[in-house]
């Protein structure tokens, strides 16, 4: 019998099996259905998870929704403010110091940004999983050195060690997604092995154990579909970190090169032209700063939801404040 | 006590050789410093010519041993650009950060504070919801575009602030800036004051401590903002470091501040190798002094911290 089949016929699966993992998490989550009724009540997440949907599609589709070529410029039509302030409508949000079209850019400027940050998610995201899966599940001597390493890198001074990086080894999108995984899977690795560290000990695990499960097994089956929910809620805060991360390091320019652009470099090239044009770097850093703040928005909605504890307390709050 | 003080201290060291390993290897190993220092229109005989003279062209071991002998006495080298010690350069502008940096941290906890309990006091409410959206959007925004609207808004238009430069004390300089790192570090600590609040005031003692007649404002100081005390001494050191170890880069580039943000992004752009690697290293250990800070108040805060 391969030990799948015994996790599924196995007595103990009853109780344990890697079916309950599954339903934890979906538990955790109330059910597609509990979800969306969670959303509709929710006005922010609501909100949120439209705002990033149209950015998400922007993005996507940009090169069918951009109005007009990012990179063509026409240097007679060079910083012309907005459509609702020049009264010509070919240029909707204006043009940048070469003419080129703003719209069109920060649509093209929000694929390389978010490409970037998601790339960084799921790259410092699986290392830091394994590391913390690792250090948690397994212990000592694992775990103390694991941890020492994650500490130290912890208390390093990240964004100028990436500076410094870029500007050695050249700038690039391939180098600025490396630097900054290498910079954010701490973050992970203390999570999960927090996570790892609870569930340990449950009979599930001891029964997997028990039926022969190696090590592997247990830590990919088991332990990780339990640790879905906060993961996914980690991830999505540091995808909004990613993304501020990213337009610094673009901003001082060692990140995204022309001629990609991302929004961070837009607004490197306003930075000679704000005080007098005031829609250059206006509608780039709204873009920014709405991206990020419905990323965040849906994360502490996320949190609350996956948190079965914080969901009972808030609306035991919400009863109390209305 | 005296071994927790040893082992946070241990951890310190393992962060500077960390510190100095990553800027050797990345300096020496993968990258190459003297292509980076050179002009691009420089010749090959240039090249060799300046290798040679900078020792780059030892074996690996050599080189390292002169970086980790020259680290530890804090020597990097001469400013390419200045002709004297890169050192020299980066503690000369390290007051103008101290300024910018420690007004801000003051400012975002004298916010932070009262804003976060009083968001605590009734989760859920309007006041509460208010200050959760204002946090939010403060940790939601690029510093730098923050620092060009901030302009935009009160030096060209209202004419209150100085828009960029030092002013030598003069405080309308100081405003824009400070105010530019408040927004974020205010609104990270807001949220971690509320969430540790409210975590406090769902504690059993909460009851006995009303129990026995204790009026809320001793309830808060006395109890509560001090249980809390741990999760907000973390925060706030880490949004020290923080803007020590980055934010103010941008933020001093947007306000042309003369420290040491400023003369990293300069230094970048001349090509002044010593001089990046002399703030990172400074940085770093300011890092370590702030957080071996942070463990030792633990320890005075917390009586389990010592004695574990």
Known sequence: MSLEQLEKTSPAKVLTGPGESRRRVASAFDGSRGLMLSVARDKFALIGILFMLVIIISAVFAPWVAPMDPNDGDIARRLKPPAWESGDWSNLLGTDQQGRDLLSRIFWGGRSSLVIALSVVVLAGSFGTLIGLLAGYFGGKVDTLLMRLTDVQTAFPGLLLALLILTMVGPSVTALIIVLSINGWMVYARMMRGQVLSLREMPFIEAAQAIGANHRRVMFRHLLPNLASPLLTLGTLEFARIILAESILSFLGVGVQPPDMSWGLIIADAADYFQTNWWFSTFPGLAIALTVLSVNVVASWLRTQADPLQRSRRSANNAQGH | ?308
Not at chain 2, 63 to 80: E, I, K, V
Request: proline letters at 5%; a neutral charge.
């Open chain 2, 1 to 308: 006590m005296l071994s927790y003080a040893l082992r946070r201290l241990l951890h310190a060291l393992l962060v500077i050789i960390g510190v100095s390993l990553v800027v050797f290897i990345v300096c020496n190993i993968i990258g190459d410093p003297v292509k980076v220092m050179l002009p691009l229109e420089a010749s090959h005989e240039d090249y060799l010519q300046l290798k040679h003279q900078l020792g780059y062209d030892d074996p690996v071991l050599v080189q390292f041993g002169r970086f980790a002998a020259g680290a530890y006495h804090l020597d990097f080298g001469d400013s390419l650009r200045e002709r004297r010690p890169a050192l020299a350069v980066v503690v000369e502008r390290l007051p103008a950060t101290f300024q910018l940096v420690f007004t801000a941290m003051i400012i975002s906890l004298l916010i932070a504070l009262p804003l976060g309990i009083i968001a605590s006091r009734h989760p859920g409410s309007i006041l509460d919801k208010f200050c959760t959206l204002g946090s939010l959007f403060g940790v939601s925004m690029p510093n730098f575009w923050l620092g060009m609207v901030l302009v935009m808004i009160f030096s060209v238009n209202l004419g209150w602030f100085a828009s960029s430069g030092y002013g030598d004390g003069d405080i309308r300089y100081l405003v824009l800036p400070v105010l530019t790192l408040v927004a974020l570090a205010a609104g990270r600590i807001t949220q971690i004051v509320r969430s540790a609040m409210v975590d406090e005031s769902g504690k059993q003692y909460v009851v006995t401590a009303r129990a026995k007649g204790l009026s809320e404002m001793t309830l808060i100081r006395r109890h509560n903002l001090k249980n809390a005390s741990i999760p907000i001494t973390t925060l706030s050191s880490w949004e020290l470091v923080r803007m020590l170890a980055g934010y103010t880069v941008p933020v001093e580039v947007i306000f042309a501040w003369p420290g040491i943000g400023q003369l990293v992004k300069d230094s970048i752009s001349n090509h002044d190798l010593p001089v990046v690697q002399a703030v990172v290293f400074v940085v770093a250990l300011m890092v370590v002094v702030i957080n071996v800070t942070t463990d030792l108040i633990y320890a005075s805060l917390d009586p389990r911290i010592r004695l574990h």
